[in-house]
């Protein structure tokens, strides 16, 4: 049996390494991923205010795949779930089971200004662009804004602007500094729909 994995995030490497100690060898496993590493999210925070260095939250796909399990770098083109087979830069892959793990995917265009104007931290790349963009920061206004709802790691901009603070604090340039968290309801973190109560 082959199992075909795409999707090389939290839930394609933890389904990949479940299979691989239930089953051995006795079931192929294909782990597609358009990136060569994992990166933990609050590892792009790391990064961004000089705490870490890139080289040192990467983990590499070929360091984490198990036994049994075959890590694909290539980038998705097209999915067929009926026949279990998706075409990719690297060609065609088919399975017996296929399992689709991709994420969502980032669009900073979509917002009119903000890839000419601003910086998004929520990809890998942006994360680690912001750090030089930081470092040459000398005091001013900084927005952190959530563009819309719902979005992924809802703590995230909350947790940045704390970030912020400290990181501003340590250069000495918080008190030349405005940071304003711009969110689109009343919490910073808003509870589940299922869980709300009136406070």
């Known amino acids: 049996m082959r199992v075909l994995v795409l999707g090389a995030g939290f839930g394609g490497l933890e389904l990949t390494t479940r299979l691989s100690e239930e089953f051995g060898g ?13 990166v933990f999210g609050f590892s ?5 205010f000089g705490r870490a260095v890139p080289s040192g939250v990467r983990h590499p796909y070929r360091d984490l795949v198990k036994p049994g399990v075959t890590f694909v770098q290539t980038t998705v083109q097209s999915i067929d779930p009926v026949a279990r087979r998706v075409e990719t830069d690297a060609g065609q892959f088919e399975g017996d089971v296929m399992v689709v793990a991709l994420g ?5 265009s979509a917002t009119p200004g ?3 104007g601003g910086h998004e931290f929520y990809t890998v790349d942006g994360a680690f662009a912001a750090r030089d963009v930081l470092a040459d920061f000398a005091g001013g206004r900084v927005i952190i804004g959530v563009l819309s709802t719902p979005f992924k790691c809802p703590p995230a901009p909350s947790e940045t602007a704390l970030l912020l603070h400290d990181y501003l604090e340590e250069r000495g340039l918080r008190d030349r500094s405005e940071i304003a968290l711009v969110v689109d309801f009343s919490r910073p973190i808003p509870p589940s729909p299922t869980h709300r109560r009136r406070w």
């Open 44 to 48: 792009k925070l790391d990064v961004m």
């Open 104 to 108: 969502a995917d980032l669009d900073p």
């Open 26 to 38: 006795d079931v192929e496993i294909v782990l597609i991923d358009k990136g060569d590493a994992f």
């Open 114 to 116: 903000l890839l000419e």
